[in-house]
C-alpha cells in the first residue's frame, strides 16, 4: 500500500482543546479526511469517494451536536450562539462542496476542498473550540 502524505495531521499538543473526549472526535474527523484525501490521490471510484464523503459529514454533524451539548452545559462558556451559527456556516459550506461534486462531472475532490477542510479544522479547533475548553477548565478548577 502506498505511503501518500495526509492532508492534515493531527498534532494533540497544538490542537487540543482541553478536552479529551471532544479531542478524540477531532482526531477521528482527522482521520476520515485523510482517508479521503488519499482515495481521492489514489483515483478511487466517485462512488467510493461519495461513500467517504458522506461519512465526514455524517460523522462532523454528529460531533458538532455533541460539542453544543458539551459546551451548552459550562455556565461560564459565552460564546454558545456564535458556536452554533459557525457550526451551520461550516456544514452548509461543506454541503455545498459535496453537492458540487455529486451533481457534477470531476471524477475527483477539488485542491479547494481540501483546503477549505485543513483551513476549516485548524482555525475552527484553535481559534473556537479551545474557548469552551477553556471555559470547563475553568469551571472545574
Known amino acids: 500500500m502506498s505511503n501518500t502524505t495526509n492532508v492534515f495531521n493531527w ?6 482543546t482541553l478536552v479529551d473526549s471532544m479531542d478524540h472526535e477531532h482526531e477521528g474527523l482527522i482521520n476520515l479526511m485523510n482517508q479521503l484525501y488519499r482515495e481521492n ?3 478511487a471510484g466517485k462512488a467510493q469517494l461519495m461513500k467517504t464523503l458522506q461519512q465526514l459529514g455524517a460523522k462532523t454533524k454528529d460531533h458538532f451536536a455533541h460539542e453544543e451539548k458539551f459546551f451548552s452545559s459550562l455556565s461560564n462558556y459565552r460564546l ?3 458556536h452554533k451559527k459557525i457550526h451551520q ?4 459550506r ?3 462542496h459535496a ?3 455529486i451533481q457534477g462531472s470531476a471524477t475527483k475532490l477539488s485542491d479547494d ?4 477542510l485543513k483551513v476549516w479544522l485548524s482555525a475552527h479547533i484553535c481559534g473556537v473550540d479551545r474557548k ?3 471555559a470547563a477548565q475553568t469551571k472545574s478548577a
Not at 498534532?11 to 487540543?16: I, S
Not at 476542498?113 to 477549505?116: A, D, I, P, R
Open 132 to 134: 469552551y475548553g477553556e
Open 80 to 82: 454558545t450562539d456564535p
Open 89 to 92: 456556516e461550516l456544514l452548509n
Open 113 to 116: 476542498f481540501f483546503t477549505f
Open 41 to 43: 490521490e489514489a483515483n
Open 11 to 16: 498534532d494533540k499538543a497544538k490542537f487540543t
Open 99 to 101: 453537492q458540487n461534486f
Open 94 to 96: 461543506f454541503q455545498e
